[in-house]
């Protein structure tokens, strides 16, 4: 067997995360692919939530449909997952609480009794997992204690003796689930992380010394996780008053001299529009972190979506440049939230990096990111006296940034149009002046944006187009339907829209777009660019992202 | 030559209106800056939009001009950013109590070290003479055609139940009273509120230089400003609103002061960058 789907399912704060956070460890130091995703109601207690685990040989980093073993809590569960689970899904759990027939009866909370108390209930399960995963006892037994190093001897022991228990009576199952996994070795040196956290270590990687959020989910999650860094670097950490106080006091930040993080979402972006213009208009750096959730307004708080790309491009009142970001994997989670740093600082203007509820809490084992041996130097210049800030000149546009305190010049920089000094002016060579300075940047990061990537056959004649987090299961997807002629090309960066994007698209007999949203506003930035129209749209707006299967069977339908 | 450090050579083109206060309130800033002997390089002038938001195009310094009622959140990052900084944030009274409400509020929550001069002309001015949150009830504009019937906000009664440590109001009229609390607030470690009553001459013909004169006193010799309670009273006084420092604490810490980035290191961030090795075990953490 190459590899299982877990499904972990119950009420919020019932427990389902510290099974999926002990079994993922442990999968790992097992030295298997761990991939994990959850998906949950905008609800602290209650309701019903399920995690997804897949363990595997090769490394996975897509949700699918199938459930091969699954841990019910409750008996809303069952109904919850309805026909995800079929004949051949082994279904272990207290039948006493979840009354389902086809289940196998295994009181985890009565062998926790057994031990000390309902608190080992979840130790319990992850033994029994194990004994079905086949993981040897004393590895995992080990990684028990590892798991509860912080909480002293005696929790470790009782947990050591919970997980004992488990795992005898998962064995007593018998074969249960047919084969064992073939561990990776290379896992070893690997990372599991979340997309959040790949955010997060980007940032810190690309300078970012000062984050300011208003708390909203899914952007809190990077919030979190720079907070907890804060304690390691120099990184001031502010929850502001509200979106538009974040937005203005990340603009005040890099003026400064920082290298500003905001990070929120849809609702939360729409009220930085006017600092994103701000920042367009006094060419200074801004980097926002936008994890999108379904809309319109509050929308499925919890869930995910693709529908605020044409919220991030068309932010901002006037004409200016505004770069956005879209990673589709962990990798590029981390590698692109380094780039907005860089490319901030470089254009002078906003960037922005588009993930979702699915990326940022998703984690999987992937190899530990490339790091530069030197930290990034902050693209400011010392002034000199008479320096002026909008010196006019260059041909791409970018005029060399001072930073107050840094030299003896001043730096005045003004919402209102100004002369190149930052004083207001309303003589109008000088605002076309302005104007073109402005513009000028679009070309110039035009012609440094990073180009889309190509995967599946070069010599394709269906090319599937898309765009952020749909990458690893259209991946995934394309490597199950494994069909000559057919190719996706991914976009990391969706705006502005990079150069050549046409050939590709005339290369194709087909063309095929898939995002997570309603209506294709990607699809639609591409067609208004190369003039080429789709001949199908994928898209998908229930706030789950596609599942393996799922997407199989639509583009196999369009084949 | 000019005389003081932040004129300017050739003298700018002022926007404001023949006889409007901001000209008086330039003069006592601008004397201010020179008597504290703040170097110019190390000044940072902040402000939204409004005619009174235009201060810093007509000082010689750093500035940034930002967005209408949006010059507290960027004057708090930039003093956090870099505390070598002398932050001084101006506006009007549209500014920063009404479009900037929810940041003033929240700028003497944090305690930033900024001064904060707004200047009440109880008046909408660059926007020619609706309503400001400081408007007196019953006072007629093109807009409140009937009169006002909203409450005056209180400027001075809100900042010291908010606990802001330095509190006072000045007035154009007196050039050099207002020069000696500017210093004052610029001085005070901390978020220190200076709200400057001003006429605005084309937009509110109700409260006029004469009206400020007879509807003002200055707080008398030996007036106690560390006693909250007692501030909070005379902050209620109207007709006629006493002039003067009303509230002076240095009990709480600045807001940079607490970060912890400053902790052990007193840098400004511009000078730090982070340690490469810490970060590769930050990455290796998840293996
Ligand atoms: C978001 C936004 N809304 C409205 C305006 C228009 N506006 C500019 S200044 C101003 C009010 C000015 O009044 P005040 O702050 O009291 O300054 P004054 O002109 O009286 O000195 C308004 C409403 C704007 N620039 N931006
Ligand atoms: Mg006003």
């Known amino acids: 067997m190459a590899e299982l789907s877990i499904v972990l399912s119950g009420e919020a704060g019932q427990g389902i995360q510290s099974i999926e956070s002990m079994l993922t460890a442990l999968a790992k130091r097992a030295r298997f692919h761990v991939f994990a995703t959850k998906e949950y109601m905008s609800r602290v207690r209650g309701g019903c939530n399920s995690t997804e685990i897949r363990i595997s040989r090769q490394r996975v980093t897509a949700r699918v449909a199938r459930i091969d073993l699954l841990i019910p809590l409750t008996k809303e569960a069952i109904a919850h997952l309805g026909d995800r689970i079929e004949d051949s899904t082994l279904v272990i759990g207290e039948k006493a609480i979840v009354g389902y027939d086809r289940m196998i009866d295994l009181p985890f909370s009565a062998i926790a009794a057994e031990v000390g108390g309902a608190v080992y209930a979840n130790t319990v399960a992850v033994g029994a997992i194990c004994a079905l995963l086949k993981i040897e006892a004393g590895e995992c037994e080990r990684g028990v204690r590892a798991f509860f190093e912080r909480k002293g001897a005696e929790v470790q022991e009782a947990n050591a003796e919970a997980f004992r228990r488990g795992y005898a009576r998962g064995l007593a199952l018998g074969p249960g689930l047919a084969a064992a996994i073939e561990p990776d070795p290379a896992v070893a040196g690997e990372i599991m992380l979340t997309g959040a956290d790949a955010v997060a270590l980007g940032a810190l990687a690309g300078g970012c010394d000062y984050v300011c959020a208003y708390p909203m989910s899914p952007g809190t999650t990077v919030l979190t996780a720079m907070a907890e860094y804060s304690k390691s670097f120099d990184v001031i950490v502010e929850q502001v008053e509200d979106e538009i106080g974040v937005a203005n006091m990340a603009i005040g930040a890099w003026y400064a001299g920082a290298r500003a993080l905001v990070t929120t979402s849809g609702g939360g972006f729409a009220l930085m529009s006017e600092a994103v213009s701000l920042a367009g208009a006094i060419e200074t750096p801004f980097v926002a972190h936008l994890a999108q959730r379904p809309g319109p307004a509050t929308g499925l708080p919890t869930r995910t979506e693709q529908g605020d790309l044409d919220l991030a491009i068309y932010a901002g009142h006037g004409d200016f440049l505004k770069i956005v970001l879209a990673p589709g994997d962990l990798e590029e989670g981390f590698s692109l939230a380094r780039a907005a740093f860089e490319l901030a600082d470089r254009f002078q203007s906003p960037v922005f990096i588009l993930t979702d509820q699915y990326f940022v809490d998703s984690y999987y084992t992937t190899p530990a990111f490339e790091l530069p041996l030197a930290p990034p130097t902050r693209q400011v210049v010392e002034t000199a006296p008479g320096y002026r800030r909008y010196a006019l000149g260059s041909s791409d546009g970018i005029s060399p940034r001072g930073i107050p305190g840094l030299g003896e010049g001043i730096v005045c920089v003004d919402s209102d149009e100004h002369d190149q000094g930052g004083y207001i002016t309303e003589d109008r060579a000088m605002r076309e002046a302005m104007v073109a300075k402005r513009l000028a940047k679009i070309a110039a990061a035009r012609k440094a944006a990073i180009p889309p990537k190509l995967f599946g056959d070069p010599r394709y004649k269906t090319l599937l187009v898309g765009w952020g987090s749909v990458k690893a299961p259209v991946l995934e997807a394309m490597a199950a339907l494994a069909r000559p002629g057919l190719a996706y090309l991914h976009f990391p960066w969706v705006h502005p829209m990079p150069r050549g994007v046409r050939e590709y698209l005339e290369a194709a007999t087909t063309c095929v777009a898939i995002e997570g949203n309603a209506t294709g506003q990607f699809a639609d930035l591409v067609e208004l660019e190369t003039g080429r129209r789709f001949d199908s749209r994928i898209l998908k707006c229930d706030g789950y992202q596609y599942t393996v299967e799922e997407l199989t069977e639509r583009i196999s339908a369009l084949l | ?287």
């Not at chain 2, 909203?150 to 010291?160: D, F, K, V, Y």
């Not at chain 2, 400004?268 to 960058?273: F, V």
């Open chain 2, 1 to 287: 030559m000019a005389t003081n450090a932040f004129d300017f050579e050739s003298k700018p083109d002022i926007s404001w209106c023949p006889g409007c206060g901001d000209f008086a309130i330039r003069r006592s800033l601008l004397a201010a800056l020179q008597e504290l002997g703040i170097p110019r390089g190390k000044l940072v002038m902040v402000s939204g939009i409004g005619q009174a938001a235009k201060m810093p195009q007509y000082v010689n310094s750093s500035f940034f001009n930002g967005l209408h009622g949006r010059a507290l959140p960027a004057a708090t990052a930039i003093k956090a950013v870099a505390p070598d900084l002398t932050v001084v944030a101006e506006g009007g009274d549209g500014d920063m109590y009404g479009e900037g409400g929810n940041h003033f509020l929240h700028a003497a929550r944090r305690n930033p070290d900024i001064a904060l001069f707004v200047h009440e002309n109880m008046v909408y001015g660059l926007t020619k003479g609706q309503a400001a949150p400081t408007s007196r009830v019953g006072m007629r504009t093109p807009v409140q055609v009937f009169g006002v019937t909203s409450e005056p906000l209180n400027p001075m009664a809100l900042a010291i139940a908010m606990n802001v440590g330095f509190v006072a109001r000045a007035f154009s009229g007196d050039i050099e009273g207002t020069t000696r609390i500017m210093k004052r607030a610029i001085l005070h470690r901390g978020f220190a509120l200076v709200d400057i009553f001003q006429p605005c001459v084309s937009f509110n013909k109700q409260n006029t230089l004469q009206w400020f004169k007879e509807n003002t006193y200055p707080l008398e010799e030996g007036y106690k400003a560390d006693d909250r309670a007692a501030a909070f009273a005379r902050a209620l006084e109207e007709k006629p609103f006493p002039l003067g420092v009303l509230y002076e604490s240095a009990e709480r810490q600045p807001f940079e002061e607490l970060l912890p980035a400053y902790r052990e290191d007193k840098r400004p961030l511009r000078e730090r960058a982070h340690d490469m090795a810490a970060l590769r075990a930050a990455v290796m953490a998840k293996a």
